[in-house]
């Protein structure tokens, strides 16, 4: 548990899945996490593929509900909400940057910034201008008419950071953002995501292999067997 304002806590928090109903075998894969992050820190969790990182990340932003356990947001257990709500939380709390970009095909990258605004009901016109400023802001402003298919895989990943931002979330969930681009964009969205989290107090929960952007975290975790092991601090 992390000290000072705590934005985002769980606990006891338990996963599994089962793998044939008919015998009651199942798949443990979190067994009792407990941990938390204050407002404006960069945490980023290590370890080994099928270790429970992404499963971890998914259920502190509510893409899906633990087997037992809770998550709460500043003392609020969201798993507590029903569907309709949690999606609401999620949409004006919570940012998400995948691994792969999971833009919209058809849209140019100033629409997929601005989906995430018109979903929480901003003007057309509000909507358009703030997401022109955040693809200044992550350095594509000239893009911004470029379909995803027209952009390179770093540029693509640089317009997910910004639809992550559009909602100016309390905390940003990226799971492996750097793990399907080459090596000098990923050391650009490293960069990026440290000097977001330095400039705007931002909050970073990042799965990653990238030591560069794991080592300039506050606190590193690292992911075992289902268990969370304690934070490091630099």
């Not at 037992?68 to 709390?93: C, H, P, Q, Y």
């Not at 995948?98 to 990258?109: K, R, S």
């Not at 909050?203 to 794991?214: D, G, K, S």
């Amino acid at each position: 548990m992390t000290s000072g304002n705590t934005i985002l806590d769980c606990s006891d928090l338990h996963k599994s899945y089962v793998l044939d109903r008919r015998t009651g075998t199942h798949l443990d894969v979190l067994k009792g996490i407990a941990f938390g992050v204050s407002g404006g820190e960069m945490v980023s969790i290590l370890g080994a593929s099928g270790s429970g990182k992404s499963t971890l990340l998914h259920l502190l932003g509510g893409l899906d509900r633990p087997t037992s356990g809770t998550v709460r947001w500043k003392g609020e257990d969201i798993f507590r909400l029903d569907d309709e709500a949690l999606a609401a939380l999620r949409n004006r709390e919570v940012g998400f940057i995948f691994q792969f970009h999971h833009l919209m095909g058809e849209f140019d990258a100033l629409e997929n910034v601005m989906i995430p605004l018109l979903i929480a009901g901003k003007p057309v016109k509000e909507a358009r201008s703030h997401a022109q400023a955040l693809l200044e802001r992550v350095g594509l402003s000239s893009r911004s008419l470029h379909k995803p298919a027209e952009l390179s895989g770093g540029e693509q990943q640089r317009v997910a950071v910004a639809r992550s931002l559009a909602n100016a979330p309390r905390i940003v969930l990226a799971d492996e953002p750097t793990g399907n681009l080459d090596s000098a964009s990923s050391t650009h969205l490293a960069e990026l995501l440290w000097e977001l989290n330095r400039s705007e107090h931002q909050t970073f929960i990042i799965v990653t292999h990238n030591e560069r952007l794991a080592e300039r975290s506050d606190r590193i975790f690292t992911m075992v067997d289902g268990k969370l092991e304690s934070g490091k601090k630099f």
